[in-house]
């Protein structure tokens, strides 16, 4: 049992930043895989980054490859999305997850635990 729980979200203009932060209610959330979704209105909600239970190891979504970061504190139990040079497209609510296995990072029935959400809001 898992609860997660995101801020940082808010209300910014194209080419702004944010960092969002998801914080565990566990001290192990080191070892659980971590994402990072999103969805927007009328649309399915879709995978944006991760970061790998097993090595670290770090995966994007294409639409966000080189503009946003996902990092961990592993001291605070907190993962966080830096997000850079924002777009309007970029707007959503946006979902930490996490997962209890090493692979299948893209996929949203691999993670067991989700958390309520924040929202990102990019004005042009």
């Known amino acids: 049992q898992v609860q997660l729980v995101e801020s940082g979200g808010g209300l910014v203009q194209a080419g702004d930043s944010l960092r969002l932060s998801c914080a565990a209610s566990?001290?192990?959330?080191?070892?659980?895989?971590i994402g990072w979704f999103r969805q927007a209105p009328e649309k399915e909600r879709e995978f944006v980054a991760a970061?790998?239970?097993?090595?670290?190891?770090?995966y994007y979504a294409d639409s966000v490859k080189g503009r946003f970061t996902i990092s961990r504190d592993n001291a605070e139990n907190t993962v966080y999305l830096q997000m850079n040079s924002l777009k309007p497209e970029d707007t959503a609510i946006y979902y930490c997850?996490?997962?209890?296995?090493?692979?299948?990072?893209?996929?949203?029935?691999?993670?067991?635990?989700w958390g309520q959400g924040t929202q990102v809001t990019v004005s042009s």
């Open positions: 997850a996490a997962s209890h296995y090493g692979s299948g990072f893209y996929t949203l029935v691999s993670y067991s635990y």
């Open positions: 566990v001290r192990t959330f080191n070892t659980y895989t």
């Open positions: 970061l790998s239970r097993s090595d670290s190891s770090t």
